[in-house]
T-cell receptor
Framework: GAVVSQHPSRVICKSGTSVKIECRSLDFQATTMFWYRQFPKKSLMLMATSNEGSKATYEQGVEKDKFLINHASLTLSTLTVTSAHPEDSSFYIC?????????????FGPGTRLLVL | GNSVTQMEGPVTLSEEAFLTINCTYTATGYPSLFWYVQYPGEGLQLLLKATKADDKGSNKGFEATYRKETTSFHLEKGSVQVSDSAVYFCAFLNTNAGKSTFGDGTTLTVKP
């Protein structure tokens, strides 16, 4: 099946620093990618929809200036957590749709665990 | 608004037991329905899906039928294995908005 990778898989940073997470579609071109946040023992919360070549669409309550999303190419979207604080610690997951396959199916990355000290 | 309600866990079963994880949804229109599985430390993997009423999705011995009249998509497996231990998420896709809504997940532990 289609593969989506994320890098890094785990990151620890100091409070106040910025962290960039990459999401890549390895064997297809994704015009749309999604960024989710997952809290412990909780569901996925959609943060934003990343559109190649245009601005991301953020969900209500998600700070655009805090979570910067760039979808610079058809295979790469990045999420930058700016001035990270301990409450930003979470599991961040991206997903992508392969336009060459079923429109309904999302392919998920393995996730990035962020710990802010 | 749109929502997914699935059976609270954790669920603990012995190997070869029958599994049911209930899932109901509230959505406008006719969404596509999914079950995803998340193994420890990994992202979500699509387990099965159904795109219209009365469709049955199946994979790896798991099944779920799209029931429009009860707005349900319960997951079943006749004989679980230890390797089925994971978190299972029910979800639907609102095709008009292009967004997915997930349930809170149900943790399944299968003991030998």
């Amino acid at each position: 099946g289609a593969v989506v990778s994320q890098h890094p898989s785990r990151v620890i940073c100091k409070s106040g620093t910025s962290v960039k997470i990459e999401c890549r579609s390895l064997d297809f071109q994704a015009t749309t990618m999604f960024w989710y946040r997952q809290f412990p023992k909780k569901s996925l919360m959609l943060m934003a929809t990343s559109n190649e070549g245009s601005k991301a669409t953020y969900e209500q309550g998600v700070e655009k200036d805090k979570f910067l999303i760039n979808h610079a190419s058809l295979t790469l979207s990045t999420l930058t957590v700016t001035s990270a604080h301990p409450e930003d610690s979470s599991f961040y997951i991206c997903s992508a749709r392969d336009p060459g396959r079923s429109e309904e199916t999302q392919y998920f990355g393995p996730g990035t665990r962020l710990l802010v000290l | 608004g749109n929502s997914v309600t699935q059976m609270e866990g954790p669920v603990t079963l012995s190997e070869e037991a029958f599994l049911t994880i209930n899932c109901t949804y509230t959505a406008t229109g006719y969404p596509s329905l999914f079950w995803y599985v998340q193994y420890p430390g990994e992202g979500l993997q699509l387990l099965l899906k159904a795109t219209k009423a009365d469709d049955k999705g199946s994979n790896k011995g798991f099944e779920a039928t799209y029931r429009k009249e009860t707005t349900s998509f319960h997951l079943e497996k006749g004989s679980v294995q230890v390797s089925d231990s994971a978190v299972y998420f029910c979800a639907f896709l609102n095709t008009n908005a292009g967004k997915s809504t997930f349930g809170d997940g149900t943790t399944l532990t299968v003991k030998p």
